[in-house]
C-alpha cells in the first residue's frame, strides 16, 4: 500500500520559514517523482515543486523561485519543501504526491498539472499570517 504522509505545517508570520515534509512507502519502484501542491480555499490545486528521485532533478512554479527549495533523502524516502520568506499568500493547505510517470520525456512539462500524480498524502495547513 502507497502512503504519502506530509508534516511541518503550521502558522507563521510573513518573511518566516517552515519545512514541510514528505515521507513515502510502499511505492512500486524507485523512478518516481514527489512533488508539493498547494489549495487554498476557492482556488484550484497549484503545482508547486517537485523533484525526480532517480535523477534529482527539481521543478518549481514561478511565484515560489528563489524562496522555496525541494530536496530529498532517499535513504529515508522523503522529500523536503523548505519554505522561507513566506507570503500571506502562501497560505494553504499543502499536499505532496507521487508520480510515476518521472521518467518520461514529458514529464517536465506535465509536473505541475494534479492528473499526473496517482497517489496522495492527506495535506497539511500552512497559514502565513501578516
Known amino acids: 500500500e502507497v502512503q504519502l504522509v506530509e508534516s511541518g505545517g503550521g502558522l507563521v508570520q510573513a518573511g518566516g520559514s517552515l519545512r514541510l515534509s514528505c515521507a513515502a512507502s510502499g511505492l512500486p519502484f524507485d523512478d518516481y517523482a514527489i512533488g508539493w501542491f498547494r489549495q487554498a480555499p476557492g482556488k484550484e490545486r497549484e503545482g508547486v515543486s517537485c523533484i525526480s528521485r532517480r535523477t534529482g532533478s527539481t521543478y518549481y512554479v514561478d511565484s515560489v523561485k528563489g524562496r522555496f527549495t525541494i530536496s530529498s533523502d532517499n535513504a529515508k524516502n522523503t522529500v523536503y519543501l523548505q519554505m522561507n520568506s513566506l507570503k500571506p499568500e502562501d497560505t494553504a493547505v499543502y499536499y505532496c504526491?507521487?508520480?510515476?510517470?518521472?521518467?518520461?520525456?514529458?514529464?517536465?512539462?506535465?509536473?505541475?498539472?494534479?492528473?499526473?500524480?496517482?497517489?496522495w498524502g492527506q495535506g497539511t495547513q500552512v497559514t502565513v499570517s501578516s
Open positions: 504526491a507521487a508520480s510515476t510517470t518521472a521518467g518520461s520525456s514529458v514529464f517536465r512539462r506535465l509536473w505541475a498539472l494534479p492528473t499526473t500524480y496517482g497517489y
